[in-house]
């Protein structure tokens, strides 16, 4: 398959809210960008508005979450936004903040994809880059299972198995596989949300942490695997919400990939290993000019 040509928004977007770990007020602003730009967050609250470019080479290390930092400026829980961003292939777009944690909708990319559905996608000019992973890239649990892999793609897109199995947790084990297309992107996996166990969220409010959220944020598990004062939007919503993660974590390698990936119980920094290495082990194709 062809490169195809790079996409950016036809105007600026505003998305207002809240933090789900700081519960912070943030308004953040989706602006159109240049060709070669990428995307790349912006703190205007702070005095020096270093841009910080979403790559591994700016990740940092942040509890249940995907970060970046560059010259003391950071961007907390950005896997979402660059879900929506690299799900609907908008490659380049100035995120501006002006709080550290990026607003967290109801926890899914919905409130993301929206809001660049509505702002219009535009086609550019040039092509875009893309990474074609040719050799498996395998990241481990401690235990020597893998966590996760990527191994070369004959479709020329990006696809995603993941595989959900906690040993003795409640959530029922679910397997999905998924094509990256924008279309499927809104369809299957934008409105998944971020979920965690009612125990989990006891220990984190005793830390100060998640103490504004509600169950209108996120979804939480009682002991029993049911949803508090939520319901599910599709059956296996959890690893729909793995996948999100997964692509939006994928992205900060920099280009668009094409591979298979296969994930299985994989947290957000099996994922961020796996980005460096495929940053790292990857020829970047430009494509030709037409
Ligand atoms: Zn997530």
């Known amino acids: 398959m062809g490169h195809r040509k790079q996409r950016t928004i036809s105007r600026r977007v505003v998305i207002e809210g809240r933090g789900l770990f700081r519960g912070a007020a943030v308004t953040m602003e989706l602006l159109p960008a240049p060709e070669f730009h990428g995307i790349a967050f912006q703190r205007i609250d702070l005095a020096d508005r270093t ?4 790559h591994v080479r700016f990740l940092t290390k942040q509890f249940r979450c995907t970060a970046l930092t560059r010259l003391g400026a950071s961007v907390e829980v950005v896997e979402h936004i660059l879900a929506a961003l690299a799900g609907l292939q908008v490659d ?4 501006r903040l ?3 944690e990026c607003p967290n909708g109801d926890g899914s990319a919905r409130v993301f994809a929206e809001a660049l559905l509505d ?12 990474i074609a992973v040719q050799e498996r890239i395998v990241v481990s649990h401690d235990d020597g299972c893998p966590a996760i892999s990527v191994g070369p793609a004959g479709s ?3 696809t995603v198995t993941y595989d959900l199995d906690y040993p003795g947790g409640v959530i029922s084990r679910q397997i999905r596989t998924f094509e990256l297309t924008p279309e499927s992107f809104v369809r299957d996996i934008a409105f998944a949300r971020t979920f965690v166990m009612e125990s989990e969220v006891r220990a ?3 830390q100060g942490i998640g103490l504004k ?8 598990f009682d002991s029993s695997g049911a949803p508090i004062e939520n319901r599910l939007r599709a059956d296996d919503e959890c690893v729909r919400h793995k996948i999100l993660d997964c692509i939006g974590d994928l992205a900060l390698a920099g280009a668009e990939i094409t591979g298979i990936v296969h994930g299985r119980q994989s947290g957000h920094h099996h994922n961020h290993e796996v980005a460096r290495e495929i940053a ?3 020829t970047v194709t430009r494509g030709r000019a037409a």
């Open 204 to 206: 984190l409010r005793a």
């Open 213 to 220: 959220t509600t169950a209108q944020d996120l979804l939480v």
């Open 280 to 282: 790292s082990k990857s």
């Open 51 to 54: 841009r910080i470019p979403a």
């Open 156 to 158: 020329g897109r990006l």
């Open 92 to 95: 380049n777009c100035l995120v």
């Open 119 to 130: 702002a219009g996608i535009v086609e550019q000019t040039a092509l875009m880059p893309r």
């Open 98 to 100: 002006d709080a550290p």
